[in-house]
């Protein structure tokens, strides 16, 4: 059974979310951009005026519309799929607006705190669609990759499961690097990005895709049980987020660089 959220940490959510200028949708939700819910363990809810106050229910494969905030509480977890067939899953402790700036189709998520994985769908053409953070934009040319908002000063690790990414920097001029496959990159507040933070060590690749790993064979075991138990990785260190579908074991992932270094 998963423990209840702390004051303290749903104060911290709702906060953020205030801070990014979120509030409930307007009226007319019903014809925006939704994402029904696939897969679910624990405590996940929607943030209505800095409360969490809708929670969700997987059997009534409950929908998030454009500007709602998705919120997860400690052990849980969600996967959402788009009306394109792209998904995107949600990982503990993270708080995460869907469609922010509607109508702009482009713009998937703004990831306020926390962690998510993002997949896809380019089968029927070009898909483009960005990610944000406080720091960050992700810009997607089709692809699977993870997004991660380590703490409080909105800094980003972004990790290119398959495909390309290109990011940017919010808060400072510098490069605008492409990420290939294997390759990822950490985006700090007031540090332009530069060609040498680009890192293709594979022990990132190795925690994410193993932290995932075990989130699905949790939720293989929870059928017929949704909601019900949970496991993740605490968000804001480096273990945090998943990626991959397939991978085995796990190696401590390497120290946030720092200044100039890798």
């Known amino acids: 059974m998963t423990n209840s959220p702390s004051k303290s940490w749903i104060g911290r959510v709702a906060l953020a ?8 949708p307007p009226l007319g939700a019903q014809d925006r951009p939704v994402a029904v819910i696939e897969q679910m363990t624990g405590q996940v809810s929607l943030m209505r005026d800095g409360r ?6 997987l059997a009534k494969h409950n929908q998030v519309y454009a500007q709602q905030v998705i919120v997860t509480g400690p052990s849980s977890y969600a996967k959402f ?13 993270s708080t995460v607006v869907f469609k922010q700036d509607w109508p702009a189709w482009s713009h998937l998520l703004n990831v306020i705190m926390g962690r998510v994985k993002v997949f896809i769908d380019h089968s029927k053409g070009p898909n483009n669609n960005s990610v944000t953070t406080p720091t960050a934009v992700i810009s997607v040319r089709g692809t699977i990759f993870d997004v991660v908002v380590e703490d409080a000063d909105g800094t980003t690790l972004v990790s290119c499961d398959d495909g390309l990414v290109q990011v940017r920097n919010l808060t400072a001029p510098g ?31 190795i925690a994410l895709r193993a932290a995932r790993d075990a989130m ?8 017929g049980a949704p909601g019900v138990g ?7 260190t480096t273990t945090v987020g998943a ?11 390497p120290p946030a660089p720092t200044g100039g270094g890798h």
């Open 216 to 223: 699905q064979v949790l939720l293989q075991r929870q059928v």
């Open 17 to 24: 979310a205030l801070a990014a200028g979120v509030c409930s």
């Open 230 to 236: 949970g496991v993740g990785i605490p968000a804001g």
């Open 243 to 253: 990626q991959g579908d397939k991978g085995k074991g796990g190696a401590a992932p």
């Open 81 to 93: 799929r788009l009306e394109d067939n792209s998904t995107f899953e949600v990982y503990e402790n």
């Open 175 to 205: 490069n605008e690097p492409l990420l290939h496959k294997g390759e990822w990159v950490r985006i700090f507040r007031g540090q332009g990005l530069l060609g040498n933070r680009i890192n293709k060590n594979p022990a990132i690749q």
């Open 52 to 57: 969490l106050d809708i929670p969700l229910d």
